[in-house]
Structures are given as structure tokens and as C-alpha cells.
């Protein structure tokens, strides 16, 4: 399978981020919202802070919060960044900085967003909020995928849409939760962005790793039905190499064992009748070369045999079988001829 991961460089940079996980501090504190108090710790919980380091940490995150329900997005996201700056490695900080991707989110600042997501997940991997970082990054990784623009200049004008950038980011949600229910959906999508690109061999290695790496998900046999597919559009008909015909025969079969009971099934056993019968198909044309171009009976029978064996109850296994009955009738010709050859007269000049 390619390795999808030297052609994307900036990927190492995410995966060395994510190294630095097992190191950074864990915090296990809950700061709650309210519009009566402003933002306040949970009873029991530690900030990280004392004195008046706590007080100025509350006192920016409120004003942060202030800014953003009265609609003034620019200076809450500014407010919010620098709180998660200046407060580094409080409990303050993963949530301004979650705060902060929120907002830049629903300006579509997709790849500002996602940074800020990724930098709650990169330095407090603990925090309450990681399944609902994860889900922002899913979101956004969709958007990019789908052709939404990332907006730039604070949100004013459109950007370049930016497929690729959803590709990449689906691929960074797997580093960071490649055991949540994300991660098979994050190599469907996957496999999808390549599809469209057209780039078949990269949609099949996502798909592949789906089906082998999360074989319990409920989007397995999807991921089977759709390796099968791509497999078969990979076929280039009988007259070519049937290895793309053998492994979509082989996705189509296991689809089939593995799932007897799902909705598809027919779909599937359509598709190993398409593929069998060009399989056999191109046995014939092989039989044929040797029967009609080198009169090279003895092979031409055997790959008849084999199109009658591939499937025997399909079209070309009919053509075989008239085909090996002249190729029958031939050799039995040769072999008359070879026990009675023309007699020879000879001549005299008296």
C-alpha cells in the first residue's frame, strides 16, 4: 500500500506535536459558565493559579466572555488568546483556547480553528472537553473536504478552496483519537477526498486500513462494498491484466462472507458475477490467440477449460465450450493426417 504520509510533511510536524503529549502537565479541574456569575471553578476544583493570579485570569476570561455575547467576535477571540498565553498550564487556558476555535470556527476561519482545537489537545490532553474537540475537528476537516472556503482577513473575503487541507486534517484526527468512533470516519472521508480527486490507490489504502484496523465499525462492510468498487473501476476489461479484477472479486466475496445478513448483499453478488464473468472472458481471449494465431491447440484448450472453470455457468463459459469442441475437432484432424500422410508416387524419365 503508498505511504501517504512522506507526501504530506506537514503531517510529521502534527505527529511530533503530538509526541510531546506524555510530558505536558494534566490538569483535572472544571470551570463552569454562568451569565449571573461569569466563569468560576467547580467546588473542589484547582486552578492552577493562586492570589491575584487567579483573580486576573478570571477577570480576562470574563471580559473574553463579555466580548462574545454582546457580538464583538474580533476582540473576544483576541481576549481569549491572550488568556490562554499569559495563562499557560492553568485550567483557564484549554478553555480560552477552546473558546477561541469555537469563534474562529463560526467566522470560518477553518485553519486558524483547527489550530487552536489542536493546541487544547496538544498541551491539555486530558481535558474535559476532548471529545468535543474532536468533534469541531471532524466538522471543519468536512467543510474543507466539502469546497467550503476558508475565510481570511478576519473573516472578511473567501479564500482558495483547499480540499487537500480537509485530507490532512482527517488524517491528523486519527493521530490525535485514532481509538474514537472518529477514526473510521475520518478514513471514509478519506478514501472520499481521494475518490474525487480521482487518486484511486490512495482512496483504497484509507478504505484498507479501515476494514483492518476497525473491523467491528458499523462502517466495515461499507468500506468492503466500496474497496470492491474501486477495485473494479481500476479494471480495465477482459483484453487487460485482471489483477484489479481479482482483488474486487476478492473484496465482493469477503463482503459477502463476512456480512451475509446486510442490506447489500445482491449489490455484491453483482459485482463478483461482473468480475467472474470478465475473468472469464479474458481466458477466452487468450484461448483464442493461441487457437486462431498459433494453432496451438493444446494451449488454447487449457485456457478454454479455465473460462469454463472460472464460472461455469456464465456466457463465456458457453462460448468456451464450442470453442473446444473445434478445438477438439482440429486435433483430431492433426491426428489423422500424421498416421496417413500423402503417398508419394515417384516418376521415371523412361
Known amino acids: 500500500m503508498p505511504n501517504l504520509f512522506p507526501r504530506r510533511p506537514a503531517l510529521l510536524i502534527w505527529t511530533a506535536a503530538l509526541l510531546a503529549l506524555a510530558a505536558t502537565p494534566r490538569l483535572a479541574a472544571d470551570l463552569a459558565w454562568s451569565p449571573a456569575t461569569g466563569w468560576k471553578l467547580e467546588e473542589g476544583s484547582l ?188 479494471s480495465e476489461g477482459p483484453k487487460y491484466d485482471q489483477a484489479s479484477t481479482k482483488e474486487a472479486m476478492t473484496y465482493y466475496e469477503d463482503y459477502m462472507i463476512l456480512y451475509p445478513g446486510d442490506s447489500n448483499i445482491a449489490i455484491a453478488a453483482t459485482g463478483v458475477d461482473r468480475m467472474k464473468t470478465t475473468l472469464a472472458q479474458s481466458k477466452i481471449y487468450i484461448g483464442d490467440f493461441y487457437f486462431y494465431k498459433r494453432q496451438n491447440y493444446r494451449a488454447a484448450r487449457v485456457f478454454y477449460n479455465e473460462a469454463i472453470t472460472s464460472y461455469p455457468e456464465s456466457g463465456p463459459a458457453s462460448v468456451a465450450k464450442k470453442r473446444l469442441a473445434e478445438v477438439d475437432a482440429k486435433m483430431a484432424r492433426s491426428a489423422v493426417g500424421a498416421r496417413n500422410p500423402p503417398s508419394r508416387h515417384w516418376f521415371w524419365p523412361f
Do not use: C, W
Open 47 to 234: 486552578s492552577g493559579l493562586t492570589g491575584a493570579q487567579g483573580r486576573g485570569a478570571l477577570d480576562m476570561m470574563n471580559k473574553a466572555r463579555q466580548a462574545e455575547e454582546s457580538g464583538r467576535i474580533s476582540a473576544a477571540i483576541k481576549a481569549y488568546g491572550k488568556a490562554a498565553d499569559k495563562y499557560k498550564g492553568s485550567v483557564f487556558a484549554p478553555e480560552a483556547l477552546y473558546r477561541e476555535g469555537r469563534l474562529l470556527e463560526g467566522r470560518k476561519q477553518f485553519y486558524k480553528a483547527f489550530m487552536a482545537f489542536q493546541s487544547v489537545l496538544r498541551l491539555y490532553p486530558n481535558t474535559k472537553r476532548f471529545n468535543e474537540v474532536i468533534g469541531e475537528q471532524y466538522r471543519i476537516a468536512s467543510a474543507l473536504l466539502d469546497g467550503v472556503h476558508n475565510r481570511i482577513f478576519g473573516g472578511l473575503l473567501p479564500g482558495i478552496a483547499n480540499r487537500t487541507k480537509g485530507i490532512e486534517y482527517f488524517e491528523v484526527i486519527l493521530l490525535n483519537a485514532p481509538y474514537s468512533d472518529y477514526a473510521p470516519l475520518a478514513l471514509m472521508d478519506i478514501a472520499r477526498g481521494y475518490q474525487r480527486e480521482k487518486s484511486h490507490e490512495e482512496a483504497i489504502d484509507a478504505l484498507d486500513r479501515l476494514v483492518n484496523t476497525y473491523p467491528q465499525s458499523v462502517l466495515a462492510p461499507v468500506a468492503y462494498l466500496r474497496l470492491g468498487d474501486l477495485h473494479a473501476s481500476l
